[in-house]
């Protein structure tokens, strides 16, 4: 009965390893554009002093994230999504706690002026049983005759006596 109380308090006990979680805070982001928030928005943590990458991590549906385990120390938070111009907040962790930021993420204005979209069709197209052979657009159009087109034309053999011939 002893040696089972015992082991009880200890399993219930705080352990090293809780005592040092407890030193770090955790920073809730919130992310909003035109006043509604923003889901699956990303959330990078950076050093403050040379922007250097730490983690990043995305916003849920409500468009919230807390950054757990944040040691103290200046922080810049960016949040950034797709449509959108990437912002920003610097955050100060002096000790642990929970801290707070919100980001509130511009649209980003880029249109497109003009849009062209041109095609050419190949030489020779293959498709079920048969073979098709687009002589427009060619290089040989303006200037050759058909006998010219068809000595080009895969398949084809001109005889002697310049009679083309279907080779089977």
Not at 80 to 106: D, H, M
Not at 114 to 138: D, H, L, R
Request: include cysteine.
């Amino acid at each position: 009965m002893l040696r089972t109380l015992v082991l009880l308090c200890l399993l219930i006990s705080p352990l090293p390893g809780n005592v040092i979680f407890a030193q770090q805070a955790s920073v809730a982001v919130f992310v909003k554009a035109g006043g509604a928030p923003l889901p699956a928005a990303t959330i990078s943590l950076l050093h403050a002093a040379d922007s250097s990458w730490i983690r990043s991590e995305i916003t849920d549906d409500k468009g919230t994230l807390v950054l757990k385990d944040v040691e103290p120390g200046k922080y810049m938070i960016m949040g950034s999504s797709v449509g959108y111009k990437t912002g920003g907040q610097a955050v100060e962790v002096k000790e642990r706690g929970q801290y707070g930021c919100t980001i509130e993420l511009q649209v980003e204005d880029k249109t497109l002026n003009e849009v062209a979209v041109s095609a050419k069709k190949p030489f020779i197209e293959m498709s079920m049983g048969k073979v098709t052979v687009n002589i427009e657009g060619t290089t040989t159009t303006g200037s050759s005759n058909v006998l010219d087109l068809m000595r080009r034309l895969p398949g084809c053999d001109s005889g002697w006596q310049q009679q083309y011939l279907y080779d089977e």
